[in-house]
């Protein structure tokens, strides 16, 4: 069994960050979301709720792939929970140069650090505008994003926010 972990801030989830899961669970059997704090980014869910949405976007996706995928919160170093669970690679999308920017150091401080690789996927066009900051700040002001997230994020967005629920 080959096991790879997709680590992200998922603060949200968003359907660009599912399309990379679903992609990795067609080339690898045993595919972990790992769920991590980013310190270049000030979060506005805790990670257990992101851990949350993670799971039920996969739950209602319906696809057997997806299924299987397991989910949990990484507690420090993601090279530390990569050797915990055996992982031999993590799996990464890019959406363009400058998701390569961000990612590139880290690929290269986690594989000093482990010699874990990293596999970056293209992110597919349909959500190359697609990033949890822009969905976020769109919910904070009221505009829409359900066409952009998985079934319950944007109302976890809105109770994080302190925003009534919608239709109420
Ligand atoms: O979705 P993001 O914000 O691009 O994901 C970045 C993340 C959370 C995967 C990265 O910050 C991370 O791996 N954090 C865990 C702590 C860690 O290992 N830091 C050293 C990274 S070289």
Redesign the pocket.
């Known amino acids: 069994m080959t096991t790879v972990v997709c680590?992200?801030?998922?603060d949200p989830i968003t359907l660009g960050h599912l399309d990379v899961v679903r992609r990795a669970t067609t080339m690898f059997d045993d595919v972990v979301v790992?769920v991590?704090?980013?310190?270049?980014?000030s979060g506005l869910l805790d990670l257990e709720t992101r851990a949350g949405l993670v799971r039920a976007a996969l739950e209602s996706a319906d696809e057997p792939g997806l299924a299987r995928v397991r989910v949990a919160v990484?507690p420090?170093?993601?090279?530390d929970f990569c050797r915990e669970i055996g992982a031999v690679a993590v799996v990464k999308g890019l959406r363009g140069g400058g998701d390569f920017d961000?990612?590139q150091?880290?690929a290269l401080?986690?594989r000093h650090l482990s010699g874990v690789e990293t596999i970056f996927l293209p992110g597919d066009q349909r959500y190359a505008h697609v990033a949890s900051s822009l969905v976020k700040d769109i919910v904070r002001h009221g505009g829409p994003v359900d066409d952009l997230v998985p079934a319950g994020v944007t109302e976890a967005l809105r109770a994080a926010l302190g925003q009534p629920a919608a239709g109420s």
């Open positions: 680590p992200g801030s998922f790992g991590a704090k980013n310190p270049g980014k990484v420090g170093l993601l090279v961000a990612e150091p880290m401080m986690n």
